[in-house]
């Protein structure tokens, strides 16, 4: 860590540092804190310092009458010194100090036995001016308390401090009969990623796996639950990153960890380590996925991490590869061992929606969103080599949270990367050839549509003289039902040429100018009724990309020759 880092310390007061003051209210406090007689029942009080601990007091009450003991422990710096007073209650006139906040930091036990941590103390005074004695000392200490302090936790800027500490410190908890088992583990390769493990007083092994760098700063803090003390550290936006584990095997995964602490100090002492480990990850996080890479190289790193997932006895066979036939669309296969079943995803990067690309867990996966652009189901979905859908997205399975971090990063670079490639879509190795070359280029293009066990025959002819008048033939092969449509060029809106998905079909539409209904058709060798469109079936996105660019530009040609005539 490097030393500019903004240490975080809980902080006590120094032993060494403790004025003639405070000593002087502490042993006040000795004398005025005494035993008090109440209808003939003896309330013993004891007002004392605990050796060793800076500004940690035991407050002793034992009941005679009853025999009965309690026993309040608290640090100082927990009071607040506008919470101390003293008021009657009957024949009694009493003494009560709160902690700031409110906050239950008095640990409370009744004869040796620990109970529900409290926030308040309440000492039996001799009398007002006695109560008013002991105010103005408690006060005092308070305030003396918040004055003076000294480091709680420093991990001298050093990692291993940290990790040490909480390796040590995350220990097994007694609470009265009870044994909670707990420790802490990190990745020394990635020091910001952990595991806290614990069996909750339970014979179930439970463990909590995650990044510090996912933790939100703001919300890690020691929590009092009866008579038990957690510091927990909850994930940013709640988002669900920590993978919760039961004897080894992920159960799903939740967006914070608990970690039992013995008593208060030692609870604030944790809560100071995890704020330190949150800012040396914070600072030290790096991604497996470099930014700098290029668009070939980023596919590389997507083929080679998109891999084997297993989980707990499920796995899932998943690979990411490029087409042969089309070098810039990727395929994505899924294969689910326990149902004996794949499923194929076909897509073209610039085609996806980079602000949609995100991962999210869901049960016992973490899962990546891969999704188009809006409206555009441009992603082909097979089951086995058969085209199920075309849809607008699709899940892509990490190993882990780090491997969906990459991915999404990856992913998104990708698209980024996809939109600086060449897209250009040449004609006979031509960026501007053409009307006939173009028309004999659509002429090869458009064709028999086969999909699944549907077959639609089609052929795009044109007129040798007359180059703008085009005539698209067709027959669905399964029932024989026929069609023509014939359309001059010049009519078409180059502007309005598109393809589009409907269900498993695609279709690249070209609209005439102004909507009039000029394109020409039949039906089973009848007359049909004039389109404002001309339609034609395509095989798949790519096909139907190039076609429609094609045809744009020839419309766009045609339409310009008209024009200067």
């Known amino acids: 860590m490097k030393k500019s880092l903004n240490l975080i310390l809980i902080f006590l007061i120094s032993s060494s ?32 310092p605990v050796a060793q601990e800076d500004l940690a007091i035991s407050f002793v009450v034992h009941d005679t009458k009853r025999d009965k003991s309690d026993t309040y422990y608290f640090n100082l710096v927990d009071l607040d010194k506008n919470k101390i007073r003293f008021f009657t209650k009957k024949n009694a006139v009493l003494v009560e100090a709160k902690t700031k906040g409110d906050r239950k930091f008095i640990q409370y036990e009744t004869d040796g036995k620990l109970g529900n941590y409290v926030n308040e103390i309440n000492i039996q005074a001799q009398n007002i001016e006695n109560a008013r004695e002991i105010v103005n000392n408690l006060k005092s200490i308070a305030e003396h308390a918040e004055d003076t302090k000294k480091q709680y936790f420093d991990d001298s800027g050093n990692a291993t401090a940290i990790l040490d500490f909480l390796e040590k410190n995350i220990k097994p908890i007694t609470i009265n009969d009870d044994q909670f088992d707990q420790s802490f583990t990190y990745d020394k390769s990635k020091n910001g990623i952990v595991t806290f493990s614990t069996d909750n007083g339970r014979s ?28 927990e550290a909850e994930t940013k936006l709640k988002k669900n990153y920590v993978k919760y584990s039961e004897d080894g095997a992920v159960k799903r995964f939740v967006n914070k960890v608990s970690i039992r602490a013995e008593n208060i100090a030692g609870g604030k002492k944790l809560k100071a380590a995890l704020e330190s480990l949150k800012a040396y990850a914070d600072e030290n996080q790096k991604s497996d996925y470099d930014s700098e ?20 006895d499920h796995v899932f066979d998943q690979s990411l590869g490029v087409m042969d036939k089309y070098p810039q669309v990727l395929s994505y296969k899924l294969s689910d061992g326990s149902k004996d079943e794949s499923r194929t995803f076909t897509f073209n990067p610039i085609d996806l929606n980079r602000s949609k690309i995100a991962f999210r867990t869901k049960g016992t996966q973490v899962l990546i969103n891969v999704e188009a652009k809006p409206k555009k189901n441009f992603i082909a979905s097979l089951e086995g080599d058969q085209l199920d859908a075309y849809k607008n997205k699709f899940d892509i399975i990490a190993s882990d949270i780090e491997n969906a971090k990459a991915l999404e990063s990856a ?25 006939t070359e173009m028309l004999d280029f659509l002429t090869k293009k458009i064709g028999t549509v086969n999909i699944n066990d549907d077959s639609h025959e089609q052929s795009f002819s044109y007129d040798k003289e007359k180059h703008n008048l085009v005539k698209l033939e067709s027959v669905n092969t399964n029932d024989s ?34 909507g009039e209904n000029f394109v020409k058709t039949t039906k089973n060798g009848e007359d049909g009724k004039y389109l404002n469109k001309l339609t034609m079936r395509i095989s798949n996105i790519e096909e139907a990309r190039v076609v429609t660019h094609v045809l744009r530009q020839l419309v766009k040609q045609q339409n310009g020759k008209l024009s200067e005539r």
């Open 17 to 48: 540092a403790i004025s003639q003051d405070y000593q002087s209210n502490i042993d006040a406090l000795k004398k005025l804190i005494i035993n008090k007689e109440l209808k003939g029942d003896i309330i013993e009080q004891k007002f004392s």
């Open 204 to 231: 179930t092994s439970v463990s909590y796996h995650l990044n510090f760098s996912d933790i939100d700063k703001n919300k890690i803090s020691l929590e009092v639950k009866g008579n038990a003390l957690f510091v």
């Open 293 to 312: 890479l290029s668009y070939k190289e980023t596919v590389k790193y997507l083929i080679d991490n998109i891999r084997i997932v297993n989980i707990n």
């Open 411 to 435: 992913f998104r670079n990708l698209i980024k990367l996809s939109g600086e490639q060449s897209q250009n879509i040449l004609v006979n190795g031509k960026k501007d050839p053409s009307s």
């Open 481 to 514: 039902k026929s069609g023509t449509q014939e359309v001059n060029l010049t009519d078409l809106d180059g502007g309005k040429i598109d393809f589009q998905v409907r269900g498993k079909e695609i279709f690249v539409e070209a609209q005439v100018r102004g």
